[in-house]
T-cell receptor, first 115, second 116 residues
Framework: DGGITQSPKYLFRKEGQNVTLSCEQN?????MYWYRQDPGQGLRLIYY???????QKGDIAEGYSVSREKKESFPLTVTSAQKNPTAFYLC??????????????FGQGTRLTVV | AQSVTQPDIHITVSEGASLELRCNYSYGATPYLFWYVQSPGQGLQLLLKYFSGDTLVQGIKGFEAEFKRSQSSFNLRKPSVHWSDAAEYFC??????????????FGRGTQLTVWP
């Protein structure tokens, strides 16, 4: 089945450690996104990529890094510089080129807890 | 700057009652509007979207939404709520980039509780 897979579903990290969240899609979508969700805050955009080997900062990029070496994959690294990393992280993808009548498809999320 | 406002943080309705969730947006160009639903600990599922044409949009699970440009609103409605509709609902506006849909801007969400 086509879709977006995020792993792991739950992740625990000690303070001061970097951690990488995985996002893979087999929808052949060009664009991929990372959002952070906190209670009452909605979804806030961390990074997005419209094409392989290119990505842009979103609204809350500080303390995060990404790479886009393959079309199917858009891993997010939460670095030790992120002051408050405990949150629910959502990955999404969409068709990038030539159409406005599209939508973003979301993965099931990764809940990161710093212990 | 683009923004989306969902004025109601939490709404409680009885099963079988009608529902309206409010959404107002601020966007300088033609808005591309979406409603998503999220169950606890899950990702987001698209309910419906508006790009152009008929301002009344039908979606899945019996939901509909009406785009009112004069009021900058895109309210979500359902005539009769089911207990399984209890979830969090997000309104979003998409940024148009020429012929491509760019990033989405989300509201803070409305939590729906359904009483039996």
């Amino acid at each position: 089945d086509g879709g977006i897979t995020q792993s792991p579903k739950y992740l625990f990290r000690k303070e001061g450690q970097n951690v990488t969240l995985s996002c893979e899609q087999n929808l052949n979508h060009d664009a991929m996104y990372w959002y952070r969700q906190d209670p009452g805050q909605g979804l806030r955009l961390i990074y997005y990529s419209q094409i392989v080997n290119d990505f842009q900062k979103g609204d809350i990029a500080e303390g995060y890094s990404v790479s886009r070496e393959k079309k199917e994959s858009f891993p997010l690294t939460v670095t030790s510089a992120q002051k408050n990393p405990t949150a629910f992280y959502l990955c999404a993808s969409s068709i990038a080129g030539g159409t406005l009548n599209t939508e973003a498809f979301f993965g099931q999320g990764t809940r990161l807890t710093v212990v | 700057a683009q923004s989306v406002t969902q004025p109601d943080i939490h709404i409680t309705v009885s099963e079988g009652a009608s529902l309206e969730l409010r959404c107002n947006y601020s966007y300088g160009a033609t808005p591309y509007l979406f409603w998503y639903v999220q169950s606890p600990g899950q990702g987001l599922q698209l309910l419906l979207k508006y790009f152009s044409g008929d301002t009344l949009v039908q979606g899945i699970k019996g939901f509909e939404a009406e785009f009112k440009r004069s009021q900058s609103s895109f309210n979500l409605r359902k005539p009769s709520v089911h207990w399984s509709d209890a979830a969090e609902y997000f309104c979003a506006v998409g940024e148009g980039r020429g012929s491509t849909l760019g990033r989405l801007y989300f509201g803070r969400g409305t939590q729906l509780t359904v009483w039996p």
